[in-house]
């Protein structure tokens, strides 16, 4: 092979691009290529030195030039410039005329300094006004009628190098959209991507089905360009052609093409006016605030249709196309079909959004089928090793079972007692030095289990008794409440052992129940998903948040259960309650002595129950211990509901509200959004999993493998607070202001009777509305749940229209509810901030 110096030299702008890299291989056994680029391409090149140039700058083009001329000998067969800004929002940017334009002028006046015979320049066939009709071919010569920014900048980019070229020969090559067997033609790739995931939009299009462009194949064009260089010496000083296939496939034949080959049908397609696309596309980016690939520019010029004649080509180049899009439209589908995920990132659209499609959940399947990365008695040793390490874990628990044992007598539980009623008692209980023995046999009895089934779980085949132990401890906790003791010393006790307990029996490594396949890799992202949601940044806190809900809640119960004699209140009266303020009004109402417990009390053992449910497991506990996550979910989710609903009846049922309440139904709907995800990923994994031929019931039980191919865990609490804090606040959930305004107006409705001077109904019906949209609100700020805002435009509705409908309301008041349920509605409609993260497929639901 001959030295670089023996061979001519071309240049390519834009050499580290998709076409700059395939023309540079059509090029590289003749020539001596030399790139120019913002960057040298990714990953090691063997085949092109680059050089770096910017287009806007005329030193950065000056220098690189005079390089390229140190390199060359100072002469140049040939300059193929792709280079070019690019977008399709359709508008102008100033881009284009800065790095299109100007860029180019600045390359041509730099290259007159070199000995350079050929320039070749990258247009497009949108300079072209469209054919005039169907079955009219246009040339080189057909007017030019560019009809948006980027055609517009590469025609006037056309006239510079027609001013500007000097003794330079020139060819244009105005070229169709390109693409190759993955496709790589983002118009081409949105449409088929449509079908694929039968999106609604799938079915719509604006224009004229029987229109459609020319296209052109990633090989076709290299051979383009190859030809016109090595034809240099033939060809005029200035030379256009046209380069792309003389087939033109309508968008319904490829709709219909595209639906055969993808399902299996001829897909219908139907067509909506201009005006209503617009609107619709109008809707969704500027009043849904979300992103669209369809622009308004592509509504416009949906009817336009181009058939090319590319005589001048085959006469100065002896080009033709040697592929078609008909021919390889197969091959592409077959690739996507393939691997789905693989083809979407090439064509720069979102993979995760087709990570859970149907030949994904087949690969998945056939990963399975084979030996996973840990053999199952590599993962039996492994936990062995762990239990051993851990084997102090429930002799901690055999002391706890002996502390309950005794604790009766030290707390003296079997001593006569009197004691007024409880305040929040509403039916007949037994004496309390009756209540307080049941405890403590309760205690004695439950202790002593704990001591026998935690030494029994020591056993390697009798590690189910663990489950026992730890079932044994929420018992503990409970059991107080259930018994209506009046000892508070017993009370706390007890809390604190029945949190302990479960943590030693299960909590502590290796949870027993796991299954080996389940163990058997350490992948802890679900699949299609950008992060895991059982990180312990993302459990930890809302873990603390549990504990201040805990402590709320158990202050209000040792109220109730007569274990103090007062509550703090430093807002609320206690309406006509013979009691002193709001909270003791609330926890000692008609409602609470409904329950057969302290309520106040059973939102602490929940909070409890939260705790542990919440601190359980490691970060791949959404596919380890999915029963686990749903029970996480379950206990926040619908607390959360039931805290609110609290809030709601106290004004209208009661006569009263309740600080301390107000605050625990705060912490409550501040962790559902956090905790959504999780659940979420554990509902699409067993799903998924059962789909590639997983049991589900065991895999409920026992958890399953991972589907997705090999990952490399990311680091998790060995990291910086700042980075562990920012993960936790953003990790699936934003802060909209959209939806952190509507809290406050939620907060306002609750406070009309302050604000406005309104009075009931009207301000019932506010309270109502004002604690719903303020938990509807906290919800969608977790991105998965974001569709639940809509719930406040009719909320909003509502409130707008409930002056005319309710009484209760002065004019300003009046005014203020409709100003302030119109602003709900306004605000429940753009989708708002959405971060970089995905949701394996449910990308497509945040709307």
Excluded at 80 to 109: E, F, M, S, W
Excluded at 822 to 836: D, H, K, N, V, Y
Aim: charge should be negative; charged fraction near 20%; glycine fraction near 8%.
């Amino acid at each position: 092979m001959p030295n670089d110096t023996d061979r001519p030299t071309v240049l390519i702008t834009g050499s580290s691009g998709f076409l700059g890299q395939a023309i540079a291989g059509g090029l590289k056994d003749r020539y001596h290529v030399i790139g120019l680029d913002v960057a040298a391409p990714k990953g090691s090149s063997d085949r092109l030195e680059t050089i770096e140039i910017d287009l806007t700058s005329d030193d950065s083009v000056g220098w690189a030039v005079a390089e390229v001329g140190k390199r060359s000998g100072g002469r140049v067969a040939s300059v193929i410039h792709l280079a070019a800004y690019y977008d399709t929002t359709g508008k102008d940017d100033p881009k284009y005329d800065a790095v299109n334009v100007q860029g180019t002028r600045r390359l041509l006046t730099a290259l007159k300094g070199l000995e350079t015979e050929q320039f070749i320049f990258s247009s497009t066939l949108l300079v072209h006004a469209p054919s005039p009709q169907k079955g009219v071919r246009i040339n080189e010569d057909s007017p030019l009628e560019p009809a948006w920014a980027y055609p517009r900048s590469k025609a006037e980019t056309e006239a510079v190098i027609a001013k500007e070229h000097g003794q330079i020969n020139t060819v244009i090559l105005r070229l169709a959209g390109v693409y190759d067997e993955d496709c790589r033609a983002a118009f081409i790739a949105q449409q088929i991507a449509r079908i694929f995931e039968r999106l609604p939009t799938a079915y719509l299009f604006t224009g004229d089905l029987a229109a459609g462009q020319p296209y052109l194949h990633k090989d076709d064009l290299v051979d383009a360009f190859v030809r016109s260089v090595d034809r240099r010496a033939e060809l005029p000083a200035e030379s256009v052609m046209l380069i792309g296939e003389e087939e033109t496939l309508s968008y319904g034949e490829m709709q219909k093409r595209i639906g055969r080959l993808l399902h299996g049908e001829d897909w219908r397609t139907f067509v909506l006016p201009k005006g209503l696309a617009k609107t619709g596309s109008w809707m969704q980016t500027e009043v849904l605030d979300q992103e669209s690939d369809i622009k308004p520019w592509m509504i416009e010029n949906s009817d336009d249709h181009v058939e090319i004649d590319i005589s001048r080509a085959r006469n100065l180049i002896g080009w033709e196309p040697k592929h078609s899009l008909s021919r390889t439209l197969p091959e592409m589908i077959r690739r996507l079909k393939q691997d789905p995920t693989d083809w979407y990132e090439k064509n720069k659209l979102e993979p995760s959004v087709v990570a859970a499609s149907e030949p994904e959940i087949e690969q998945a399947k056939r990963r399975l089928d084979a030996p996973l990365e840990r053999s199952s008695s590599q993962v039996e040793a492994a936990v062995e090793r762990q239990r051993l390490r851990t084997l102090w874990a429930p002799m901690v628990n055999v002391a706890l079972g002996l502390w309950l044992v005794a604790s009766p007598m030290t707390l003296g539980l079997f001593d006569p007692v009197v004691a007024a009623p409880p305040p929040a008692l509403g039916h007949e209980i037994a004496a309390a030095d009756i209540r307080n023995a049941r405890l403590g046999i309760s205690e004695i009895v439950s202790g002593l289990l704990v001591v026998v089934f935690a030494l029994l779980g020591m056993y390697r085949r009798w590690t189910w008794a663990q489950w026992i132990t730890a079932a044994l401890g929420v018992w503990v906790m409970l059991a107080p409440l259930v018994f209506w003791t009046t000892s508070a010393a017993a009370y706390s006790i007890d809390t604190l052992a029945g949190l302990l307990i479960p943590v030693f029996a299960v909590m502590i490594p290796p949870t027993p129940g796991i299954s080996r396949r389940a163990l058997a890799a350490d992948d802890d992202r679900p699949l299609g998903w950008s992060y895991s949601p059982s990180a312990f940044t993302q459990r930890i806190p809302i873990v603390a948040l549990a504990f201040v809900g805990l402590f709320v809640s158990r202050y209000l119960a040792a109220y109730q259960m007569g274990h103090i004699d007062s509550l703090w209140d430093p807002f609320f009266g206690p309406g006509g309650a013979s009691v002193r303020n709001g909270s003791e009004a609330v926890v000692t109402s008609w409602v609470s002595k409904g329950f057969p417990i302290a309520d106040a009390g059973f939102g602490a053992f929940a909070y409890g129950l939260d705790i542990l449910a919440g601190a359980i497991g490691d970060r791949r506990r959404w596919r380890t211990m999915p029963w686990m996550v749903l029970l996480f979910g379950l206990l926040i989710i619908p607390l959360g509901v039931v805290s609110v609903s609290f809030i709601i009846i106290q004004p209208p049922l009661i006569g009263a509200l309740c600080t301390l309440c107000i605050v625990q139904a705060a912490v409550t709907v501040v962790l559902i959004p956090y905790s959504i995800d999780e659940v979420l990923a554990a509902v699409q994994y067993l799903w998924r999993a059962t789909k590639a031929g997983e049991p589900f019931w065991r895999t409920f039980w026992m958890g399953g493998p991972a589907l997705s191919e090999n990952q490399s865990p990311e680091p998790d609490l060995d990291r910086p607070a700042s980075e562990f804090i920012k993960e936790f606040l953003t990790s699936g959930v934003n802060f909209p202001w959209t939806l952190v305004t509507s809290v406050f107006l939620g907060a306002a409705l609750m406070a009309t009777p302050l604000i406005f001077g309104s009075s009931p109904p009207l301000y019932y019906s506010d309270h109502v509305v004002g604690c719903l949209v303020i938990m509807i609100a906290v919800t969608a700020m977790a991105e998965v749940a974001r569709p639940v805002r809509f719930l406040n435009g009719a909320l909003g509705a509502w409130v707008a229209a409930s002056p005319f409908v309710l009484s209760g309301g002065g004019a300003v008041a009046n005014f203020a509810d409709a100003g302030l349920g119109l602003a709900l509605i306004a605000l429940s409609l753009p989708r708002g901030t959405r971060s970089e993260e995905h949701y394996g497929g449910w990308d497509r639901a945040i709307v």
